[in-house]
């Protein structure tokens, strides 16, 4: 079972893959990150998932760690 929590309530389900945040292509995983920390607090985003065989847009709204 997925844990409830910030990713839960963005809609994240387990096994999705991020493709794009904010617009931007994610070559690699280890991008994240860096582009997340580099995004507002407050900001609404959509993030790309490939989820069972297609693509997902989430909007989620980015929170303070």
Do not use: C, H, Q, Y
């Amino acid at each position: 079972m997925f844990e409830p929590g910030p990713a839960a309530e963005a809609g994240f389900e387990p096994g999705d893959v991020i493709l794009k945040f904010d617009g931007k292509d994610l070559p690699v995983v280890r991008a994240l990150p860096r582009i997340v920390a580099e995004t507002g607090i407050g900001k609404v985003v959509d993030v790309e998932v490939w989820r069972k065989g297609k693509t997902v847009t989430l909007s989620v709204k980015i929170g303070e760690l």
